[in-house]
């Protein structure tokens, strides 16, 4: 069973300047929570006991978020909500089980999860990623249960006019549900892509790609990219794509994050009502 996962959290997130100039893009609300909280949930619904931060600057509200505050908890404890008590309570883990490591320098997604090699030692560890919002069952869960070792990534088919903003797999036997992964390469351009299946940002890594990332070697934007390392672990352990459930947001894009918030709102009992009422009077 998975018991460690890792969230690379030390990105500027320049996409939604000015918002995020000291706000951590992680923070930024869909409904009534952060990104970052749709993301530990995910984890703590797939049996995640230990969560890993990989911070930079300018990050310390997200430890904060899942830190007690006392003032607001005397408060609301005065003030009788204790609906809301509930809700501040329940972010917080067990003691010794949120992590946090500083990723000095922003040089990819692979050098953030090597900056957690230390925390993780010699077990397959999860690796979420806060932009991808995923609506449905926890994704990193029907990937845990489906994995037998090796490394694992969440997968999906896109445009193929769109393979230049993903991680593409070359495909083996596929069934489906779960796709052999023969190859895999880092955003190429849509007539080089071996396939229209593509990674999104949940991953279980073995590991040996520790090992790999330590050489430092650069990819695609001049960074180290973890897509680069785990192509180098092909044909040395079992790797499988496994096409998840839910239905993903690209909330490190504007449009997405938009997206995100109607469709999340809409499966709101409480909202949805008035939300549909007033979309259907707004643009019809």
């Given at each position: 069973?998975?018991?460690?996962?890792?969230?690379?959290?030390?990105?500027?997130?320049?996409r939604?300047?000015?918002?995020?100039?000291?706000?951590?893009?992680?923070?930024?609300?869909?409904?009534?929570?952060?990104?970052?909280?749709?993301?530990?949930?995910?984890?703590?619904?797939?049996?995640?006991?230990?969560?890993?931060?990989?911070t930079?600057?300018n990050?310390?509200?997200?430890?904060?978020?899942?830190?007690?505050?006392?003032?607001?908890?005397?408060?609301?404890?005065?003030?009788?909500?204790?609906?809301?008590?509930?809700?501040?309570?329940?972010?917080?883990?067990?003691?010794?089980?949120?992590?946090?490591?500083?990723?000095?320098d922003?040089?990819?997604?692979?050098?953030?999860?090597?900056?957690?090699?230390?925390?993780?030692h010699?077990?397959?560890?999860?690796?979420?990623?806060?932009?991808?919002?995923?609506?449905?069952?926890?994704?990193?869960?029907?990937?845990a249960?489906?994995?037998?070792?090796?490394?694992?990534?969440?997968?999906?088919?896109?445009?193929?006019?769109?393979?230049?903003?993903?991680g593409?797999?070359?495909?083996?036997?596929?069934?489906?549900?779960?796709?052999?992964?023969?190859g895999?390469?880092?955003?190429?351009?849509?007539?080089?892509?071996?396939?229209?299946?593509a990674v999104?940002?949940?991953y279980?890594?073995?590991?040996?790609?520790?090992?790999?990332?330590?050489?430092?070697?650069?990819?695609?934007?001049?960074?180290?990219?973890?897509?680069d390392?785990?192509?180098?672990?092909?044909?040395?352990?079992?790797?499988?794509?496994?096409?998840?459930?839910?239905?993903?947001?690209?909330?490190?894009?504007k449009?997405?994050?938009?997206?995100?918030?109607?469709?999340?709102?809409?499966?709101?009992?409480?909202?949805?009502?008035?939300?549909?009422?007033?979309?259907?009077d707004?643009?019809?």
């Open positions: 069973m998975i018991k460690k996962a890792i969230f690379p959290v030390g990105g500027l997130g320049t939604f300047l000015p918002a995020t100039k000291a706000l951590p893009k992680e923070m930024l609300p869909v409904v009534d929570k952060p990104l970052i909280q749709y993301a530990v949930e995910e984890a703590a619904e797939a049996g995640i006991e230990e969560f890993i931060f990989v930079g600057r990050k310390s509200a997200i430890e904060d978020h899942f830190d007690h505050s006392y003032e607001l908890e005397k408060t609301l404890i005065a003030k009788g909500k204790t609906d809301a008590l509930a809700v501040v309570h329940d972010m917080i883990h067990k003691p010794g089980s949120v992590s946090y490591v500083r990723q000095q922003p040089a990819g997604l692979g050098h953030a999860v090597w900056c957690a090699r230390n925390m993780v010699d077990e397959p560890v999860a690796i979420l990623l806060a932009d991808d919002l995923i609506l449905g069952h926890s994704c990193i869960a029907e990937m249960a489906c994995y037998r070792g090796g490394n694992m990534v969440a997968a999906m088919n896109v445009p193929k006019d769109q393979t230049h903003a993903y593409i797999i070359t495909p083996g036997a596929d069934d489906g549900k779960l796709v052999e992964v023969t895999l390469v880092e955003k190429p351009k849509s007539e080089d892509a071996p396939s229209n299946i999104v940002g949940r279980i890594i073995d590991p040996a790609v520790f090992q790999t990332l330590s050489t430092g070697e650069r990819g695609a934007g001049d960074e180290i990219q973890l897509t390392a785990l192509a180098q672990q092909i044909g040395k352990s079992d790797f499988y794509g496994l096409r998840f459930s839910g239905e993903r947001f690209d909330c490190g894009s449009l997405g994050f938009l997206q995100a918030n109607i469709a999340f709102a809409m499966a709101n009992e409480t909202l949805a009502p008035d939300l549909r009422s007033w979309i259907k707004r643009f019809s």
